[in-house]
């Protein structure tokens, strides 16, 4: 075998992630927008990957992925279809973001919502009880760079799920913090989703600096509050966007 040849089999043996990982989203903003409904069938390995032009380790890498995340099922014989939705791992950062990628459902933007408003509050004031210092330091540079860049920036957006995500992991509750990159995720993509036909309606900064200032002086009822109250605007500005 001539070594071009054989660089040939070597990547078709190990594909690039950017491969498999950009096959396993494309299929999966199909799934999550309804092109490909829950019991359709996919067609075989071969038949899929040679209309994809990618090689069969690549696609099939990239059913693996979809397959973890609970929207397909590959069986002997039965092939490899889309599970119902409510198999899907919905709170899986990038069925996140597949999700906003298209329109989405209004009832799951809800429930994002009220998801967030069970969880964060409780956290915040679990943190306003357990913070160290590096927590409150970690808090605040996100602030501060939530101010800096302001949330119509990417900058800021980052800064703002760093704040959420800290505020979890200073709860000190190994569970909680376990869903900080769920909670980041639908951070951002409603934050983004809220800017996509016009600007935000108002500067949030200010609620989130008395989500901090009740955290770092200890008062978790306080803090409870803010977050309450935080998630309580942001949702009221999703519902402009949602009728713009």
């Keep these: 075998m001539s070594n071009a040849a054989g660089k040939v089999f070597d990547e078709r043996r190990s594909p690039s992630p950017r491969i498999h990982g950009t096959i396993a989203h494309d ?17 075989g390995e071969i038949e899929a990957s040679e209309a994809l032009g990618v090689s069969r380790t690549a696609y099939r890498e990239a059913i693996r992925i979809l397959a973890a995340k609970g929207l397909i099922e590959s069986r002997p014989k039965a092939g ?21 990628e298209g329109e989405p459902d ?25 913070r160290s210092d590096d927590d409150l330091a970690t808090i605040a540079t996100a602030l501060d760079e939530m101010a800096a860049h302001g949330l119509a920036d990417q900058r800021g957006r980052a800064a703002d799920q ?7 992991a200073a709860a000190n509750n190994a569970p909680l913090a ?11 993509w409603t934050t983004q ?5 016009r600007a935000l309606p108002r500067d949030p900064l200010p609620d989130h600096a008395r989500v901090f200032d009740a955290i770092k002086a200890g008062d978790a009822e306080a803090a409870r509050d803010a977050m309450a109250e935080l998630l309580r605007l942001a949702l009221a500005d999703m519902g402009l966007a949602l009728r713009a």
């Design 80 to 100: 490899t279809r889309v599970t119902q939705r409510s198999r899907w791992n919905l709170l899986d950062p990038d069925v996140l973001g597949w999700a906003f």
């Design 178 to 188: 376990s869903l900080a990159s769920s909670v980041g995720a639908a951070v951002r």
């Design 193 to 197: 989703f809220k800017q996509r036909k």
């Design 106 to 130: 209004t009832g799951f933007i809800l429930d994002l919502f009220e998801l967030r408003s069970v969880i964060e509050p409780a956290a915040a004031a679990f943190a306003a009880r357990r």
């Design 162 to 168: 760093r704040f959420h995500h800290a505020i979890l």
């Design 27 to 43: 299929i999966g903003v199909e799934i999550v927008s309804g092109v490909r409904k829950p019991g359709d069938v996919f067609g």
